[in-house]
């Protein structure tokens, strides 16, 4: 019956005894884990919920799922924890967390993490619909498709934004200085993961771009590495602004490439005993590194910054990092669930905390908000009348170009008309006051400009190798 099948998993949850590290892929012993559960539960609570099933299927009127029911139950278990990293996964969540960590997937590209309760965009990925639609790092979901989230878990609520390539998808989102919801219509597509980027910026200075530490990710590294040094790089600039993390033996590949012999980072269980040290081999290193982070580049990232920092392998520039410095676990519940549940955290070589604390930089430097604001993507023609997020991010745009004043208001006005025609007079197209696609295109290209120049944290990495 169903309702055994309740009480069943959830005393698989409860004494638990085989698990594996998802992010590192070796198996640990966990009689102690096993023991703490055993000993911490009550029979009297176990008894209780069974009592509780039994009132139900025999009394409750009207119809119900147990399926639902379930779910519910075990999410609220591991939810009544306080840790915002262990959570429930059904099969259907377990299969979603493998796509997204792969390199393509159908989605809306944006990164998310649950920060005090609320779904928060830690970053869109280049390109994606998610980042064209004008999402930015910090912006609070509160619906999808008129459905709250509040009190959904963060697999919940993804599950709600993912869909089939080319359906439509609106978001509900919160954005510091907008005093109401504002709506955003967002078209799925495949998403395509480039987890690295990188370029010569000019002769001897090499760039990669470490948008997250992806399977596969430690591979287009040490590619990217070694074209760089074929072109004569003799410095590097590594970014990690904006990575929210990925996998732990991933980010340990590429510290063995640029963290001298010796410790990268170790990991401490519960009780303080080190149960993990992963350590570097590597004897010399013939090029300079500055590693640019900021409060959104968290975990993975956190670990190679403060391996390169302790280690004095690198010169941090930016602001400080996120602090998420614990080390989660699938903990297979053998029905093709799993519980994922922190079960150690890691410290620097130095003995640093990170969790809660996250890696300062060597040099602060605040980046303008012109330099992290969204880019304009055109999507259609904006005129007196118009309203959205796309008035939002041209009011932005148009101010920090000087063609408008500091306004969060999504309402296309007349003020905006003005604005837009002395952008056009400025920029050689016709003075019409409406942004059809040639003044959408430019505004862009303009704007992209503005924001290579006011990248503070980049030119400050420049100028330190001159």
């Given at each position: 019956?169903?309702?055994?099948?309740?009480?069943?998993?959830?005393?698989?949850?409860?004494?638990?005894?085989?698990?594996?590290?998802?992010?590192?892929?070796?198996?640990?012993?966990?009689?102690?884990?096993?023991?703490?559960?055993?000993?911490?539960?009550?029979?009297?609570?176990?008894?209780?919920?069974?009592?509780?099933?039994h009132?139900?299927?025999d009394?409750?009127?009207?119809?119900?799922?147990?399926?639902?029911?379930?779910?519910?139950?075990?999410?609220?278990?591991?939810?009544?924890?306080?840790?915002?990293?262990?959570?429930?996964?059904?099969?259907?969540?377990?299969?979603d967390?493998?796509?997204?960590?792969?390199?393509?997937?159908?989605?809306?590209?944006?990164?998310?993490?649950?920060?005090n309760?609320?779904?928060?965009?830690?970053?869109?990925?280049?390109?994606?619909?998610?980042?064209?639609?004008?999402?930015?790092?910090?912006?609070?979901?509160?619906?999808?498709?008129?459905?709250?989230?509040?009190?959904?878990?963060?697999?919940?609520?993804?599950?709600?934004?993912?869909?089939?390539?080319?359906?439509?998808?609106?978001?509900?989102?919160?954005?510091?200085?907008?005093?109401?919801?504002?709506?955003?219509?967002?078209?799925?597509?495949?998403?395509?993961?480039?987890?690295?980027?990188?370029?010569?910026?000019?002769?001897?200075?090499g760039?990669?771009?470490?948008?997250?530490?992806?399977?596969?990710?430690d591979?287009?590294?040490?590619?990217?590495?070694?074209?760089?040094?074929?072109?004569?790089?003799?410095?590097?600039?590594?970014?990690?602004?904006?990575?929210?993390?990925?996998?732990?033996?991933?980010?340990?590949?590429?510290?063995?490439?640029?963290?001298?012999?010796?410790?990268?980072?170790?990991?401490?269980?519960?009780?303080?005993?080190?149960?993990?040290?992963?350590?570097?081999?590597?004897?010399?290193?013939?090029?300079?590194v500055?590693?640019?982070?900021?409060?959104?580049?968290?975990?993975?990232?956190?670990?190679?910054?403060?391996?390169?920092?302790?280690?004095?392998?690198g010169?941090?520039?930016?602001?400080?990092?996120?602090?998420?410095?614990?080390?989660?676990?699938?903990i297979?519940?053998?029905?093709?669930?799993?519980?994922?549940?922190?079960?150690?955290?890691?410290f620097t070589?130095?003995?640093?905390v990170?969790?809660?604390?996250?890696?300062?930089?060597?040099?602060?430097?605040?980046q303008?908000?012109?330099?992290?604001?969204?880019?304009?993507?055109?999507?259609?023609?904006?005129?007196?009348?118009?309203?959205?997020?796309?008035?939002?991010?041209?009011?932005?745009?148009l101010?920090?170009?000087?063609?408008?004043?500091?306004?969060?208001?999504?309402?296309?006005?007349?003020?905006?008309?003005?604005?837009?025609?002395?952008?056009?007079?400025?920029?050689?197209?016709?003075?019409?006051?409406?942004?059809?696609?040639?003044?959408?295109?430019?505004?862009?290209?303009?704007?992209?400009e503005?924001?290579?120049?006011?990248?503070?944290q980049?030119?400050?990495?420049?100028?330190?190798?001159?």
């Open positions: 019956m169903k309702k055994t099948r309740i009480l069943t998993a959830l005393v698989v949850l409860l004494f638990i005894t085989n698990f594996f590290f998802f992010v590192v892929g070796y198996n640990i012993g966990s009689k102690s884990l096993a023991d703490d559960f055993g000993n911490n539960s009550s029979p009297q609570f176990v008894e209780k919920l069974n009592r509780i099933i009132i139900i299927n009394y409750y009127f009207n119809d119900y799922q147990w399926e639902k029911i379930e779910n519910h139950v075990y999410r609220e278990i591991i939810s009544a924890l306080g840790d915002p990293y262990s959570e429930y996964l059904t099969p259907r969540d377990i299969e967390m493998q796509i997204r960590s792969g390199r393509s997937y159908g989605g809306i590209g944006v990164e998310v993490t649950m920060n309760g609320r779904v928060t965009v830690v970053t869109p990925m280049d390109g994606s619909p998610g980042q064209k639609a004008g999402l930015l790092p910090g912006d609070i979901i509160v619906e999808v498709d008129g459905k709250s989230v509040e009190g959904l878990s963060l697999s919940e609520t993804v599950d709600l934004i993912r869909g089939e390539p080319d359906t439509e998808v609106v978001l509900g989102i919160i954005r510091e200085g907008l005093p109401d919801i504002i709506r955003v219509s967002i078209i799925r597509g495949i998403i395509t993961t480039t987890a690295v980027k990188y370029e010569l910026l000019q002769e001897g200075l760039y990669i771009k470490l948008t997250r530490f992806a399977e596969g990710a591979e287009d590294f040490a590619k990217a590495l070694r074209s760089l040094r074929e072109q004569g790089m003799e410095n590097l600039i590594i970014d990690l602004r904006g990575n929210p993390g990925g996998y732990l033996n991933v980010v340990v590949n590429i510290a063995q490439l640029l963290v001298p012999e010796g410790e990268v980072v170790y990991m401490e269980d519960k009780h303080g005993n080190r149960v993990r040290t992963y350590t570097s081999n590597l004897k010399e290193r013939d090029f300079e500055v590693v640019l982070i900021d409060e959104f580049s968290a975990s993975a990232s956190e670990i190679l910054a403060g391996a390169l920092k302790d280690r004095e392998a010169t941090l520039i930016g602001q400080k990092t996120f602090g998420k410095g614990s080390v989660q676990t699938l297979d519940l053998r029905d093709g669930s799993a519980v994922k549940l922190t079960v150690q955290k890691y070589p130095s003995g640093a990170i969790d809660g604390v996250g890696v300062s930089p060597h040099i602060e430097v605040e303008p908000p012109e330099a992290r604001f969204s880019n304009f993507v055109y999507k259609g023609r904006l005129e007196v009348g118009s309203s959205g997020l796309d008035v939002v991010i041209l009011h932005k745009i101010y920090y170009l000087g063609y408008g004043e500091d306004r969060d208001d999504p309402n296309f006005t007349e003020k905006t008309k003005e604005g837009v025609i002395k952008f056009q007079r400025a920029n050689g197209l016709p003075a019409t006051g409406i942004v059809d696609r040639q003044t959408g295109e430019k505004i862009n290209a303009v704007f992209a503005l924001q290579r120049e006011r990248d503070l980049l030119q400050k990495a420049i100028e330190f190798f001159k």
